[in-house]
């Protein structure tokens, strides 16, 4: 049974950083794509990061910059470190593994693409 468990999220103020970490287990972690999504209250679930089993980066224009993604494939656990936030950064944030053999920049992007989604942690950027 494969599991992504989020952790890290919490309240902060606008210009502050944090670390959000997801454990992954049931599935061979070397062979997935991992992703970040968001998703704040009202709108459409946002990409937000992602990086290949080559440990290739993708992040999304409204973070790059500012976020960075990575992986530990010895933990199975992917990162985000999340820098410079601002109050437009608050959201739930989600964890996704993707099985695909490729990956590219537009198809990282797609919440479809992935087949394993963790349960989400609240990130909350105050003024």
């Known amino acids: 049974q494969v599991q992504l468990v989020e952790s890290g999220g919490a309240s902060v103020q606008a210009g502050g950083s944090l670390r959000l970490s997801c454990a992954a287990s049931?599935?061979?972690?070397?062979?997935?794509?991992m992703g970040w999504f968001r998703q704040a209250s009202g709108k459409d679930r946002e990409f937000v990061a992602a990086i290949n089993w080559m440990g290739i980066r993708y992040h999304g224009d409204s973070v790059r910059g500012r976020f960075t993604i990575s992986r530990d494939d010895a933990d199975n656990t992917v990162y985000l470190q999340m820098n410079r936030l601002k109050p437009e950064d608050t959201a739930v944030y989600y964890c996704a593994a993707d099985r695909s053999d490729t990956a590219t920049t537009s198809t990282v992007r797609h919440a479809y693409e992935y087949d394993y989604w963790g349960q989400g942690t609240q990130v909350t950027v105050s003024s």
């Open positions: 049931g599935l061979i972690f070397r062979d997935y794509v």
